[in-house]
């Protein structure tokens, strides 16, 4: 068992005021018995760029978690595991671990402790292309799971741009009683600041590929959303808005890969889901459900309107071409009260509400609370918030943009005799 640092160092990140940008790896995981073998292998990477309309150069900070563990078949009393936590119970949902949004230290909802590594990223040198990998075995069974991050140097108008990686494989050996071998990894890039990065735009360049081989029953999925978070520290509101969600949940091989300027999906399976949602100022829906080998429902609306998706009533297995890259548009709220955006409550802002009074509709800048009306609790906004700026400590708000990707896939063969191999 090892885990291995390929390349890079770095420092220990705070988590305060945060605009970040989240990849969380695919995760992969087979369980079997009687059969021959069972082998699956992931590969997600995304480019990605931030640019924040604001004058600033943002805080930016690095994560990553690589997991392994293994137990081969044909020696059941052998087991390794990196880090040392226990086996999940039935039904373990990755995705309702606190580590979706990861920090040091922090204990997952099953008691184990999460070893977060993290790491400062200079704004002028940047962050070289670097690999931590968590290895099980190597024996009959194996289990590797690794994460890649690289940041760019960046400054004022600039942006912040990257390549965040994470793949693995695992392979286990199917002798009575059963063997299993599980590879967890992901990576994460923080941007972090305050209501300078409130505006911007996010461009988000997914490719993915998972397979699988060998006898086994077996289920995918990939999770990839963005979300935006926004917390006024002096009165505790929040918010929250989804601004992009990829979710691949299926049972058969599937991969989103660039051709030209676009990318071709391909699925091969009988069973699951495949979603895209982008919501922000452009934004648009892709459902397609698939049941038995047969797509029983799809629809495509808003970006995704001209993509070729498969009717209802087709075959499962289909090729479709998609956009190559996701240009998301982001506007979060400001100081509550700040109707020209200037980072401070003034008469500027009192005047302007009072002279929006009563106007309704979308979009307004002193409809504050997003109702569609300028009324009395919008001018309260101003009137508690009056005199408050930005620049003076404690009474900036924090805002955050979580950009994450994660996978599960799994095997379980049903525990017959005969040899296996698809």
């Not at 945060?18 to 082998?39: D, E, K, N």
């Not at 991969?255 to 934004?283: A, R, T, Y």
């Amino acid at each position: 068992m090892t885990l291995s640092k390929l390349s890079g160092n770095g420092l220990k990140g705070d988590h305060t005021r945060t605009i970040s940008l989240l990849l969380t790896g695919v995760i992969t995981m087979i369980l079997g018995s009687s059969a021959a073998w069972a082998q699956s292998s992931y590969d997600t990477e995304h480019r990605f760029t931030l640019r924040p309309r604001g004058n600033v150069i943002p805080r930016v900070t690095a994560h990553y978690y690589a997991r392994a563990w293994e137990q081969d078949g044909c020696l059941p009393q052998s087991f390794d595991s990196k880090p040392p936590l226990l086996l999940q119970p039935a039904g373990y949902d990755p995705f309702a671990r606190d580590f979706v949004v990861p920090r040091v230290g922090v204990v997952d909802q099953n008691g184990n402790r999460v070893n977060v590594e993290s790491f400062r990223v200079d704004n002028v040198a940047g962050f070289p292309l670097t690999t931590w990998c968590a290895t099980a075995g190597p024996s009959a069974s194996f289990a590797e799971g690794c994460s890649s991050i690289q940041v760019n140097p960046f400054g004022i108008g600039t942006g912040v741009t990257g390549v965040i990686r994470a793949f693995g494989n695992t392979r286990a050996q199917l002798c009575p009683p059963r063997a299993r071998a599980y590879a967890f990894s992901y990576a994460m890039v923080e941007a972090q600041g305050g209501y300078r990065l409130r505006n911007g735009r996010i461009s988000w360049h997914p490719v993915t590929r998972s397979r699988v081989a060998g006898r086994a029953s077996h289920s995918r999925q990939v999770h990839d959303p963005i979300v935006a978070r926004w917390r006024d520290p002096m009165t505790g509101e929040t918010r929250e808005e989804i601004l992009f969600m990829l979710t691949f949940n299926t049972d058969g091989d599937v991969s989103m890969q660039p051709v030209g300027n676009d990318s071709l999906l391909e699925h091969q399976g009988s069973n699951g889901d495949i979603v895209l949602f982008q919501g922000g100022v452009n934004g648009g829906e892709l459902n397609i459900r698939m049941i038995n080998g047969v797509v029983v429902h799809s629809m495509a609306t808003g970006i995704f309107a001209g993509v070729g998706i498969p009717p209802a009533g087709s075959s499962s297995t289909f090729t479709m071409l998609m956009p190559g890259g996701f240009e998301i548009d982001y506007r979060l709220p400001g100081i509550p009260g700040d109707a020209n955006d200037d980072g401070a409550v003034n008469d500027i802002d009192l005047l302007q509400t009072l002279f929006d009074f009563g106007q309704s509709g979308q979009g307004l800048p002193t409809d504050f609370n997003g109702d569609g009306v300028v009324n009395d609790e919008d001018l309260l906004k101003v009137l508690l918030n009056f005199g408050r700026d930005a620049n003076n400590p404690g009474e900036d708000v924090e805002i955050g943009l979580e950009m994450d990707g994660g996978g599960e896939a799994s095997h379980e063969d049903a525990g017959d005799d005969s040899d296996g191999d698809s």
